[in-house]
């Protein structure tokens, strides 16, 4: 199960410490422009090394087109994005090869395949969202031909610290200002310190990522098993280290009642809209012209640096002190890797949308 989406189809390839990573992208449409700089900006947001609250790993991630363009256009055959590691330390986790980490998808792999590569944790690391990361800055491109949808993620919570954030105001800019990637400027100084006392303490936190999606037209999503926040939740919980995902009102929600909670319509701007947004933009599994807003749980990042005690192949109880480069907390860096997700999301929804759209124009014609 590496091919994400049903007509705008990504194949993420590679591992942590192997040659490479990269995607293969099924289901352009020919004509359309694309080359490395429109895709090389989503990576530089993404990559390790950016500042002191993130691994040290220093990766240029310098995306190469492969195949699927020319004279900088799509030709309608799948499209190949190539990214090459490059500051590759795999001597970390020699040690770890009959060795179970706590939290990690060591045991499961293994338990699976009954063969698993211990380098870096292989296809379960972080490092394989450089692929998504890409893809996403594809269908981004895609999406704009037709449509003026923005996807803007933030740190939303770290830890038990919150922020203040309008969905409706929020930009890009506004979240790259700090190296938290929290736009409250505020909060982000209070999270910094707290990633900071954490790193010290050779630990780690988690925390809550907010997202919003804009300029969404009303009517994308495939029910029943195809709604758009089901295939929103099963992006985000595809994330390594993501552990909840609520739209709208979320689990806050269950505490009121119909008569507070229900979205009243209303003619605005001259077409339907809703007074309130406790839907989150999304009713019956399919858009209502609303921005749609979502928030990802992570969990605290499994690598410490404290000793811990866990077990070997031979099921001996063991004591680990883990080696290596590691985040503190993945939420910074998680903040792009959300949004590549959503606009994955949304380019396999207008695909869907449009042929269905196309075929509806035929039979009224």
């Known amino acids: 199960m590496n091919?994400?989406?049903?007509?705008?189809?990504?194949?993420?390839?590679?591992?942590?410490?192997?040659?490479?990573?990269?995607?293969?992208?099924?289901?352009?449409?020919?004509?359309?422009?694309?080359?490395?700089?429109?895709?090389?900006?989503?990576?530089?947001?993404?990559?390790?090394?950016?500042?002191?609250?993130?691994?040290?790993?220093?990766?240029?991630?310098?995306?190469?087109?492969?195949a699927g363009v020319f004279e900088g256009r799509t030709t309608g055959a799948p499209v190949s994005l190539l990214v090459r590691n490059g500051d590759v330390d795999s001597s970390k986790y020699a040690n770890l090869k009959d060795t179970w980490r706590p939290s990690h998808a060591d045991y499961t792999y293994e338990a699976k395949y009954g063969f698993r590569d211990w380098r870096g944790g292989a296809r379960a690391s972080a490092r394989e969202t450089v692929s998504r990361v890409a893809a996403g800055a594809v269908a981004l491109q895609m999406l704009r031909l037709r449509y003026p949808i923005e996807v803007v993620a933030w740190?939303?919570?770290?830890?038990?610290?919150?922020?203040?954030?309008?969905?409706?105001?929020?930009?890009?800019?506004?979240?790259?200002?700090?190296?938290v990637r929290c736009p409250d400027a505020e909060a982000a100084a209070r999270f910094e310190e707290h990633i900071s006392d954490v790193r010290?303490?050779?630990?780690?936190?988690?925390?809550?990522?907010?997202?919003v999606i804009r300029g969404l037209p009303a009517g994308w999503g495939e029910p029943v098993f195809g709604k758009l926040e089901g295939e929103l939740a099963r992006a985000m919980l595809s994330l390594p280290a993501s552990k909840g995902f609520e739209i709208g009102s979320g689990f806050a929600g269950?505490?009121?009642?119909?008569?507070?909670?229900?979205?009243?319509?209303?003619?605005?701007?001259?077409?339907?809209?809703?007074?309130?947004?406790?839907?989150?933009?999304?009713?019956?599994?399919?858009?209502?012209?609303?921005?749609?807003?979502?928030?990802?749980?992570?969990?605290?990042?499994?690598?410490?640096?404290q000793p811990q005690e866990t077990v070997n192949r031979a099921g001996e109880t063991v004591s680990l002190e883990m080696k290596g480069r590691h985040d503190p907390c993945v939420l910074p860096r998680a903040v792009p890797i959300v949004e590549a997700m959503a606009l994955l999301v949304l380019a396999d929804a207008a695909l869907a949308q449009t042929a269905r759209s196309g075929w509806q124009g035929a039979l009224d014609n």
């Open 200 to 211: 010290r303490q050779k630990d780690s936190v988690g925390g809550i990522i907010g997202c």
């Open 254 to 305: 269950t505490q009121l009642r119909g008569s507070e909670h229900n979205d009243a319509f209303e003619v605005r701007d001259g077409r339907v809209r809703t007074t309130t947004n406790r839907s989150g933009g999304i009713q019956g599994g399919i858009s209502n012209g609303e921005s749609v807003v979502f928030r990802v749980a992570f969990k605290p990042v499994a690598t410490i640096f």
């Open 3 to 66: 091919t994400f989406g049903h007509w705008f189809r990504v194949t993420t390839w590679g591992e942590s410490h192997g040659p490479a990573l990269g995607a293969v992208i099924d289901g352009l449409p020919a004509g359309m422009p694309l080359d490395e700089s429109v895709i090389q900006p989503a990576l530089d947001r993404r990559r390790p090394g950016q500042s002191r609250l993130v691994t040290p790993r220093a990766e240029a991630d310098r995306v190469v087109i492969e």
């Open 155 to 179: 740190v939303d919570t770290v830890g038990a610290l919150g922020c203040s954030v309008d969905p409706e105001t929020v930009t890009q800019a506004d979240v790259d200002q700090n190296d």
